[in-house]
């Protein structure tokens, strides 16, 4: 295929990656390459500065202590240590009606076994929540946890209500910022809920296989336990896990590879303008949601405004199946159908009787002129 | 010329403080914690005792916790 490719599958992973990651990964391989926190030879005390680099970035980017970064393979590995780390047997743990896998299964999983009671606030296809109503399912939980940005149309909770909400019933709030992290401004957010998890894949331009959980400085780890133990390279006489952050959580050898290169493309995010990137993702989307609607038979699932980079359409009477094959196959543009691993947000948007939606998810190097160019294919599409 | 150790909990403390010094201009150097000294990290950090009332002074103001041992 001749065409050049246009990827708008950015919500699963960003592509292409920041342009320093070849570099980056190279650079490692050839002058650090070791375990970090191993030993104190010179490649050891290399690696160990980059992981503490990575940690500081992160940490300044959602405002907590370095230490209270932790690393894990992916979100999902990251919601995991939250919800099963905190929830105990009896608690009640609020969500809302449109949550992606990572959360529904991992609390209907914790239900069957320990017996957790699921509170959902109803939510509409816009992301928008009944306050009253999720003042009153919060009473007396435990837990609240929720997606920041919708990853099938790009919604986003009302964050500050809820955290007042969160705080007045004096509940943990659990934050899924996969689809917000690189996306949307979170300065501060580790002072609206107490934990935070996202991965280095998607807004931050990095490769796969580092997810993080973020602590807030005020969140008593005591309260949260390994999901995995093991060797932490401290405290080696002891035959139990050290309670100290971060070795608590960070059992086993790290992805020092792939936390090398997010701590690079965080470095190149910085340097290139954060909110260039932000600005940049909310401008693309904009335009898209104006051209879309201008095309005949279009469903749109998203709104306007400052949702987030992440809109979902149908085409009436053609299936999503054949859209997403055209889309490939005539003009080399990368788009994804389906569930998109959130089957309820598709109960709320009522597209389950489609088989999900066209999604469209921009990112950091897409272009008007690739919104145009996908413009033109959708109505050739739809005029077929 | 006295000299010490300053014992943190983890290599990531140990790691913190490096990068808080070498912004204080404050000399130091990572080392195996040695054996005799009980500490929760493999990692410690020696120092010179010329910079010990500014070693006080950061950490305090990072809330690291620390211990100080001289040689």
Redesign the interface.
């Known amino acids: 295929m001749d065409k050049k490719l246009v990827y708008f599958d950015n919500a699963s992973t960003s592509f292409p990656k920041a342009p320093i990651l070849q570099e980056s990964f190279y650079n490692f391989l050839d002058n650090a390459g070791v375990n970090?926190?191993?030993?104190?030879y010179s490649l050891a005390?290399e690696s160990?500065?980059i992981?503490?680099?990575c940690?500081?970035l992160l940490s300044q980017l959602v405002s907590t202590?370095?230490?209270r970064i932790l690393f894990h393979l992916n979100a999902t590995h990251a919601i995991n240590v939250a919800l099963q780390g905190f929830l105990k047997r009896g608690d009640i743990v609020v969500t809302t009606q449109m949550e992606h896998n990572a959360i529904k299964r991992t609390l209907n999983a914790l239900k069957e076994k320990i017996g957790i009671e699921i509170r959902e606030i109803t939510t509409d296809e816009f992301g928008n929540i009944s306050l009253q109503s999720a003042k009153e399912l919060c009473k007396g939980a435990r837990m609240l946890a929720c997606v920041h940005v919708n990853n099938v149309n790009g919604a986003t909770i009302p964050l500050e209500e809820l955290s007042q909400i969160a705080k007045d019933e004096n509940l943990c709030f659990l934050l899924d910022a996969s689809q917000s992290v690189g996306v949307l401004p979170v300065d501060n957010i580790l002072k609206k809920v107490d934990l935070i998890a996202f991965s280095g894949h998607k807004g931050l331009l990095s490769t796969m296989g580092v997810g993080v959980l973020g602590l807030s400085k005020e969140f008593d780890e005591d309260l949260l336990e390994p999901l995995i133990f093991g060797g932490t390279?401290?405290?080696?006489e002891e035959e139990y896990q050290?309670r100290?952050?971060?070795?608590k959580f960070e059992s086993g050898t790290i992805n020092m590879h792939g936390i090398t290169n997010l701590k690079d493309s965080l470095e190149w995010i910085y340097s290139y303008g954060i909110y260039n990137i932000y600005n940049h993702k909310a401008n693309l989307k904009e335009y898209l949601y104006e051209k879309l609607q201008t095309i005949n038979n279009i469903n749109i699932y998203s709104t306007q405004g400052t949702s987030g980079a992440n809109l979902s359409f149908i085409i009436k009477n053609k299936s999503i199946s054949d859209v997403e094959f055209l889309l490939s196959d005539t003009y080399n543009i990368c788009t994804r159908i389906g569930l998109h691993c959130s089957p309820a947000t598709h109960k709320c948007l009522d597209t389950l009787k489609y088989g999900g939606t066209i999604r469209v998810s921009i990112g950091a190097f897409n272009t008007k002129d690739e919104i145009d160019y996908l413009i033109y294919a959708i109505k050739e599409i739809e005029a077929k | 010329m006295i000299s010490g150790y300053i014992l943190v909990?983890?290599?990531?403390?140990?790691?913190?403080a490096?990068?808080i010094f070498k912004t204080h201009n404050i000399n130091i150097k990572?080392?195996?914690t040695p054996r005799e000294l009980s500490s929760?990290?493999?990692?410690c950090i020696y120092f010179e005792i010329e910079s010990i009332d500014k070693i006080h002074l950061v950490l305090n103001d990072k809330?690291l916790e620390y211990e100080i041992k001289l040689k």
């Open positions: 970090a926190s191993r030993g104190v005390l160990g500065r992981l503490h680099r940690r500081l202590e370095p230490k390279g401290s405290l080696s050290p100290f952050l971060p070795d | 909990y983890s290599s990531a403390d140990a790691f913190y490096e990068e990572l080392m195996p929760d990290c493999g990692v809330n």
